[in-house]
């Protein structure tokens, strides 16, 4: 079983529409949290999710927007925020607001775990790739899974312990690894057999950097999606 794995999409339409025509022949793809925040197409990406049925935990973006607590956010993505509160339909609003903080899947003989920060702190915690070795095994233990999946940080890793993995896909819709394209991963699962791809396609990067400049969004929202940074 193929399961596309995509994360912090960010309300950049153009690289989610990418990323999906890639993983457009998989079995199944689950996304690791903030599908909304930055960038300016909120409502396009979140109906893209829904009309796809892509099973999703919820992210620290999502959480600001159904509380409206910024208070830990800097000021640009608290502006982004702002307007993405002003701007998302109730539908959607209400459907980020039921996401849940995990998922578990149980493929074959191996258990995936699903969340956004961290096991301890599933909407605020970045777990970076110089973590140690420790602290992901406790994850492991803490979940009882083979695969542990997290996002949040922008950044992808894979780390192998034992028969087990812990791996971040990076980001879709704002990649942090100074690589402008969209970030994500393949899990292929079959029987005592894994295998892990670590994708990256490209796409309009100025357009979508034009339309967040077009939204009124901060300047350095569309300047970072050249870098990569």
């Known amino acids: 079983?193929?399961?596309?794995?995509?994360?912090?999409?960010?309300?950049?339409?153009?690289?989610?529409?990418?990323?999906?025509?890639?993983?457009?022949?998989?079995?199944?793809?689950?996304?690791i949290g903030d599908i909304v925040?930055?960038?300016?197409?909120?409502?396009?990406?979140?109906n893209l999710i829904k009309q796809r049925r892509i099973p999703t935990v919820t992210g620290n973006h999502e959480w600001a927007v159904v509380t409206g607590d910024t208070s830990?956010?800097?000021?640009?993505?608290?502006?982004?925020?702002?307007?993405?509160?002003?701007?998302?339909?109730?539908?959607n609003l209400d459907y980020i607001s039921k996401l849940p903080t995990f998922l578990r899947r149980q493929i074959d003989k191996y258990s995936l775990y699903v969340v956004h920060g961290s096991p301890r702190s599933p909407i605020e915690e970045?777990?970076?790739?110089?973590?140690?070795?420790?602290l992901l095994e406790e994850f492991l233990k803490q979940t009882q899974a083979n695969v542990l999946v997290m996002g949040h940080t922008h950044v992808p890793f894979i780390r192998k312990l034992g028969r087990n993995f812990v791996i971040n896909p990076g980001a879709i819709g704002q990649p942090r690894d100074n690589d402008p394209r969209a970030s994500f991963m393949i899990l292929d699962i079959e029987n005592e057999k894994i295998e892990i791809e670590q994708v990256r396609v490209e796409y309009q990067v100025a357009e979508a950097a034009r339309a967040i400049e077009r939204a009124g969004l901060p300047p350095l929202l569309a300047q970072r999606l050249y870098y990569g940074w």
Request: net charge negative.
């Open 1 to 31: 079983m193929k399961i596309g794995l995509i994360a912090d999409i960010h309300s950049n339409l153009l690289a989610l529409e990418a990323a999906l025509e890639r993983l457009r022949n998989i079995d199944e793809i689950i996304c």
């Open 37 to 46: 925040g930055y960038g300016n197409y909120c409502n396009e990406c979140v």
């Open 72 to 91: 830990w956010f800097n000021p640009v993505a608290a502006e982004a925020i702002q307007w993405t509160i002003d701007h998302i339909t109730k539908e």
């Open 126 to 134: 970045y777990i970076f790739p110089d973590v140690l070795d420790g």
